[in-house]
């Protein structure tokens, strides 16, 4: 995923590195893909995958992130330079059929891979009949128009009509591809922009005249991440009363590489000078300068106006750590 690993490249702008980086820390893992080969689906799959620090620095791990029905622990938080220790996945099998590409997730600060992607596959086998059609669209923009496929049949050798394809979705259509009467039929879920972000969920009801199944009700679940991305997501300051006016810099950039353009920002407190500039690769670096580490700053919020119709707004929160307090940014 390409987009991932330009958050690494923009982590590093975003706290004003510039020049060749250093080799630090360098997450890795040698076999990142586990091919389960054919599973049931009455159970599940776990792996163990090795991960190694290959740098010359200290690896901070940070969060683990999961798939949908999937688990991922570690018992270790940081590994010393030549390293390793397991992370171990799961992923639940009831429910699933067929072919399977799952991931997940190991959060860093290798600058180079601030996400390390591990990954299952395999096929599951259905160990009873058929269950009710799904659709899972992913991880989708909210402009983004995808297309899935299902198929239904009332029985073998039972002949029918579809009469209606109605989707309680918003942002979310069905039809029938093959409206002549058949043993089987196929039918397009597609979504439309703009979708609302958060999570798809719902589903499409396909009306037959097949006496045993009226209704048919396909599941549409996926989710819709805002285009626009921020690193680092929240603004933290840390020190004590008094302490001297800090500076901090975002990046905000687009995911599937649109062209945008970020507005003029007013400062969330008096004092705070906002600088903005774009990047080479599109987006934009911001900086603020003359941050007062104060506790009155919880709360409060830098509010990002662009002419992305898709994120006409972000707002980045402020989150003040007194001192002798967990690690802040400074």
Same mark, same amino acid.
């Given at each position: 995923?390409?987009?991932?690993?330009?958050?690494?490249w923009?982590?590093? +702008?975003?706290?004003?590195?510039?020049?060749?980086?250093?080799?630090?820390?360098?997450?890795?893992?040698?076999e990142?893909?586990?091919?389960?080969?054919?599973a049931?689906?009455?159970?599940?799959?776990?792996h163990?995958f090795?991960i190694?620090?290959?740098?010359d620095?200290?690896?901070?791990?940070?969060?683990?992130?999961?798939?949908c029905?999937?688990?991922?622990?570690?018992?270790?938080?940081? +590994?010393?330079?030549?390293?390793n220790?397991?992370?171990?996945?799961?992923l639940?099998?009831?429910?699933?059929?067929?072919?399977?590409?799952?991931s997940?997730?190991?959060g860093?600060?290798?600058?180079?891979?601030?996400?390390?992607?591990?990954?299952?596959?395999?096929t599951?086998?259905?160990s009873?009949p058929?269950?009710?059609?799904q659709?899972?669209?992913?991880?989708?923009?909210?402009?983004?128009?995808?297309?899935e496929?299902v198929?239904?049949?009332?029985?073998?050798?039972?002949?029918?009509?579809v009469?209606?394809?109605?989707?309680?979705?918003?942002?979310?259509?069905?039809?029938?591809?093959?409206?002549?009467?058949?043993?089987?039929?196929?039918?397009?879920i597609?979504t439309?922009?703009l979708?609302?972000?958060?999570?798809?969920?719902?589903?499409?009801?396909v009306?037959?005249?097949?006496?045993?199944?009226p209704?048919?009700?396909?599941?549409?679940?996926?989710?819709?991440?805002a285009?626009?991305?921020?690193?680092?997501?929240?603004?933290?300051?840390?020190?004590?009363a008094?302490?001297?006016?800090?500076?901090?810099?975002?990046?905000?950039w687009?995911r599937?590489?649109?062209?945008?353009r970020?507005?003029?920002a007013?400062p969330?407190?008096?004092?705070?000078?906002?600088?903005?500039?774009?990047?080479?690769?599109?987006?934009?670096?911001?900086?603020?300068?003359?941050?007062?580490?104060?506790?009155?700053?919880?709360?409060?919020?830098?509010?990002?106006?662009?002419?992305?119709?898709?994120?006409?707004?972000?707002?980045?929160?402020?989150?003040f750590?007194?001192?002798?307090?967990?690690?802040?940014?400074?």
């Amino acid at each position: 995923m390409a987009w991932r690993t330009r958050i690494g490249w923009l982590a590093l +702008l975003a706290v004003g590195v510039a020049g060749p980086a250093a080799a630090g820390p360098r997450i890795a893992c040698r076999e990142p893909v586990y091919d389960f080969g054919e599973a049931s689906d009455t159970g599940g799959v776990e792996h163990a995958f090795v991960i190694r620090n290959d740098g010359d620095a200290p690896l901070r791990l940070g969060r683990l992130y999961a798939c949908c029905g999937g688990s991922l622990s570690m018992t270790v938080t940081n +590994l010393a330079a030549g390293t390793n220790a397991e992370a171990r996945a799961a992923l639940t099998l009831r429910g699933r059929s067929g072919r399977q590409h799952k991931s997940f997730y190991i959060g860093s600060d290798d600058p180079a891979t601030p996400q390390l992607q591990l990954r299952f596959q395999g096929t599951v086998v259905s160990s009873g009949p058929p269950g009710p059609p799904q659709v899972h669209f992913g991880v989708i923009d909210p402009e983004t128009t995808a297309d899935e496929e299902v198929r239904i049949a009332c029985g073998s050798g039972v002949v029918f009509s579809v009469t209606g394809v109605v989707s309680c979705v918003t942002g979310v259509v069905g039809r029938v591809l093959d409206p002549a009467r058949a043993e089987a039929h196929s039918i397009l879920i597609r979504t439309e922009p703009l979708l609302p972000v958060g999570a798809l969920r719902g589903a499409v009801r396909v009306l037959t005249d097949c006496e045993k199944m009226p209704v048919v009700e396909v599941a549409v679940r996926g989710v819709v991440a805002a285009d626009l991305v921020v690193v680092p997501s929240e603004i933290v300051l840390s020190g004590a009363a008094g302490s001297e006016a800090v500076t901090r810099y975002l990046a905000v950039w687009s995911r599937t590489g649109r062209p945008f353009r970020v507005l003029p920002a007013a400062p969330p407190a008096a004092g705070i000078r906002v600088e903005q500039q774009p990047l080479p690769t599109g987006g934009y670096r911001i900086a603020l300068r003359g941050i007062p580490p104060s506790k009155d700053l919880n709360g409060a919020s830098l509010r990002i106006v662009t002419d992305l119709h898709s994120s006409p707004e972000l707002m980045v929160p402020f989150r003040f750590i007194p001192a002798g307090g967990e690690f802040g940014q400074d």
